[in-house]
């Protein structure tokens, strides 16, 4: 019997909301699949696209940047510096053709557990019905 | 190659219910680098800290991970116990095995699988953990306090009274804000004046406070602990080192009748005042708009020549001064809703409907209070401003703007339901055979003996209360017919009244929002400034070192301001307490030699922290431009690494080749 496909998921998060929202999911004994690996950074202005596009290379079938709602970032603007270069990463991306299912960008603030753990849940299924992602190691092999 | 120890901790059962921690121990001992790694029930009681420690001088370990709960939760614990025993306190990393995998996850051998993945990040992290060394700050052991209310002048007088500098900023000519024109005070009905004034008197004279009054703060520079601080002291006209404040120069101006902005447009001052009798400091000004000498630039001269102490300054200009602070304390208090149909700069559509500005006798609660007050422009005669008749139905109405989303601000102001039965009561000490009569939403009295002082108002002092809102107020026959409905009788209720009071929203005062750019200190839609958190730190903000008091955070009433600028005071005093201040040292960074001195970090910086610096070499010569961080105020968010074209920033900490090792750790 072949193992059932079991994606990889990268969370990049914020110390101040997010992180602290998954912390409460814990808190709650919310429960969700086991496949997301977080990231913990000081705000989602630390997020530069180079890490979406390095997670990829590192393996991950998806990745989620999540941060601080829009007015409540520990640091004024950090979130709103990352939604406009979402924004623009969002149409280069879509312009390559990338497959835009596998990158979700959310917010989640300290209070929210139980969206963290919606959240978690469903990019876990749908991750898990787009399979594993091959296209970046497809290119690095074809390039050799 | 690092020496890294990892330690495993059970949690009880928390952990170890569902991670299987010998398996985690055992997969992380593999890894290159790692020297020690072994599980306790509980990793952070006092003998697991001590096989920490023990551990880290037995294999001469320098750097730890920790593999227990959120970091959130004790981080900073072991950050501490491995300092102890000799390694960098930022040598230190946490996996959070409890609140985000035992504690969510049941299938044992899938948490136990992802536990391992976030030790095996957590060791690739440590691994490029630089040892750092918490920043230290020199303090300039002196505080700024913006604004000279009831809250303002608490926080000086702590501060002061506690051994350290004082500069005290405060735009009107005198200090006292708008305590000082309140008549008398809920619950007690003290005399405000009589509380306030021996306090303003103390500031006046505290030789550890410089008053800069009728001034402004023009610019802010500088970071947590030292602030430079640009004062603008606006032209006096008088100068007040020679003045004595005597008063033959206001006795003797011919402009007599310009509408006091002390009592609120219902009394009169002349050209050259003090705002009031009391007034610290008691030096008048010159209100260039209405002085015929400094309109005209020729003639009148009666100040001038009245005064013997020759301190008119017809040609007083603008000063700018700076002060050097350690802490700043933000005091600017509030205003009142604007009630009228004109709307200034709001965008709220207001009460056009209940005639304030259109009816002389339709006034706000402030205007009340100046009328009720014995230094009152009536000398505490309640007398319609119309024609100073005594009003014997006045009719006061309660929320007007607040708790009105369609009309007004959806907050409630919180101290309307108070004083507005404090004026019934006063009101009816002074006219015995009137009747007030209250238009109110809820009364909501919460507070040491306000509901009490209420419950006063209606049994014994007979004021009438209506709870219902009134719809239209027009005048009649020199009465003014208010129309409101009262809604737990039913039916609609209409007052011929002599007089009505509006109770009007609180809001902050005029101009806060450039004061809270100029200090980077956050603020809310209606321009209230942002506490840092809204239990924790109450009154810290976002800029370190920069507290908040009183009605500029939200309304409150006087006990409530002057408790809350204890607190912002005893913030400012823990930084001036000491001679230097340490920060955490997570900061950004740039790399001179590569920076392209683009700049895009210098304005994305919400801390302001990076500054244009120049490359020289050791003997001086220009080489080129390039970023610098301050490190005493980069508050280390990471802002400016994503934004760098050049690659050139980096936060330690949160380094670039950290995240890429994480990443790899991951596969």
């Known amino acids: ?144 | 190659m690092a020496r890294i120890g990892v330690f495993t901790c059970w949690c009880g059962e928390n952990i170890a219910r569902t991670v299987d921690v010998d398996q985690v121990s055992a997969a992380i001992a593999k890894l290159p680098g790692v020297r020690a790694s072994v599980n306790y029930k509980y990793m952070c009681s006092d003998p697991g800290q001590a096989l920490v420690r023990e551990k880290i001088a037995a294999e001469q370990l320098d750097a730890v991970v920790v593999a227990s709960c959120s970091p959130h939760m004790h981080l900073r614990t072991f950050r501490k116990t491995a300092e102890a025993a000799g390694v960098n306190a930022y040598r230190v990393e946490m996996a959070n095995i409890r609140e985000q995998c035992s504690w969510v996850h049941h299938d044992r051998a899938a948490a136990t699988a992802k536990a391992v993945d976030l030790v095996r990040i957590a060791v690739a992290k440590v691994r490029w953990d630089e040892a750092l060394e918490p920043i230290r700050v020199p303090v300039t052991r002196k505080a700024l306090v913006i604004g000279g209310g009831v809250a303002g002048i608490q926080a000086a007088l702590d501060i002061a009274d506690a051994g350290y500098q004082v500069a005290l900023v405060e735009r009107e000519p005198s200090i006292g804000g708008k305590m000082a024109g309140l008549s008398e005070t809920f619950p007690t009905l003290d005399c405000s004046q009589c509380i306030l004034t021996p306090r303003m008197v103390d500031v006046g004279q505290h030789p550890r406070i410089r008053l800069h009054s009728y001034s402004e703060v023009e610019s802010v520079s500088g970071f947590v602990g030292n602030f430079t601080v640009t004062i603008r002291q606006k032209a006096r006209y008088v100068d007040t080192a020679k003045c004595t404040g005597c008063g033959e120069c206001w006795n003797s101006c011919p402009i007599k009748k310009i509408p006091s902005e002390f009592d609120y447009r219902l009394g009169f001052r002349p050209a050259i005042y003090i705002p009031f009798p009391q007034a610290v400091p008691a030096r008048p000004v010159i209100d260039k708009e209405n002085c015929t000498r400094l309109k005209k630039g020729k003639g009148c001269g009666f100040c001038e020549k009245k005064c013997q102490a020759g301190a008119i300054r017809f040609d007083d200009q603008d000063k700018l001064v700076t002060e050097e602070v350690g802490a700043i304390v933000v005091a600017t208090g509030f205003k009142l809703y604007s009630i009228g149909k004109q709307q200034e700069n709001e965008s709220r559509s207001g009460y056009g409907e209940y005639g304030y500005g259109e009816y002389k006798d339709v006034i706000d609660g402030l205007q009340f209070e100046r009328l009720v007050s014995a230094s009152g422009p009536t000398g505490g005669r309640i007398a319609r401003p119309s024609d100073g008749r005594e009003p014997k139905n006045v009719v006061f109405i309660s929320c007007v703007g607040s708790r009105d989303n369609a009309k007004g601000v959806p907050y409630c102001s919180k101290i309307c339901c108070m004083y507005t039965a404090k004026h019934a009561m006063l009101y009816k000490h002074k006219v015995h055979d009137g009747q007030a009569h209250v238009f109110y939403m809820d009364v909501r009295a919460g507070g040491k003996n306000y509901e009490e002082f209420v419950r006063r108002a209606i049994e014994q002092d007979g004021a009438r209360y209506y709870r219902g809102r009134v719809s239209r107020i027009y005048e009649e026959n020199g009465k003014l017919i208010v129309r409101g409905a009262d809604t737990l009788a039913g039916e609609p209720v209409t007052i011929e009244a002599d007089l009505v009071v509006l109770a009007a929203a609180i809001t902050p005062a005029a101009g806060v929002r450039d004061l809270a750019r100029k200090l980077n200190v956050g603020y809310d839609e209606y321009g209230f400034l942002l506490e840092s958190h809204p239990k924790l730190r109450p009154v810290e903000t976002a800029s370190a070192g920069v507290f908040i008091c009183g009605a500029c955070q939200g309304p409150k009433d006087i006990p409530e301001s002057v408790a809350q600028a204890s607190a912002a005071a005893s913030k400012a005093l823990i930084m001036l307490s000491r001679d230097e201040m340490t920060r955490e040292p997570e900061v950004a960074r740039i790399d001179e030699k590569n920076c392209a001195a683009c700049f895009a970090c210098v304005r994305t910086c919400p801390y302001h922290a990076i500054e244009r610096g120049e490359v020289l070499t050791p003997r001086g010569v220009f080489v080129k431009h390039t970023a610098r961080v301050n490190p005493g105020l980069c508050m280390g968010c990471g802002t400016c690494v994503s934004i760098c074209p050049s690659k050139s920033a980096d936060l330690a900490g949160f380094s670039e080749q950290q995240i890429y090792a994480e990443l790899e750790a991951l596969v």
């Not at chain 1, 101040?16 to 086991?34: F, H, I, M, S, V």
């Not at chain 1, 997020?47 to 989620?64: M, Q, R, W």
């Open chain 1, 1 to 144: 019997m072949s193992e059932a496909f079991e994606p990889k998921i990268v969370a990049y998060v914020c110390n101040w909301c997010t992180y602290l929202g998954a912390d409460l999911a814990g808190t709650n004994r919310l429960e969700y699949p086991p496949n997301v690996r977080v990231l913990r950074l000081p705000c989602t202005g630390r997020i530069d696209f180079n890490l979406i596009v390095k997670a990829f290379e590192a393996g991950a079938d998806a990745v989620l940047v999540s941060g601080c709602h829009p007015a409540d970032c520990h640091y004024t603007s950090g979130n709103y510096h990352a939604r406009r270069r979402w924004i623009v990463f969002r149409r280069l991306l879509e312009t390559l053709g990338f497959e835009m299912e596998r990158i979700h960008f959310t917010w989640i603030s300290a209070a929210e557990g139980k969206k963290w753990q919606q959240v978690v849940t469903e990019i876990t299924e749908k991750t898990r019905r787009l399979g594993p992602y091959t296209a970046y190691r497809d290119l690095c092999e074809a390039h050799q």
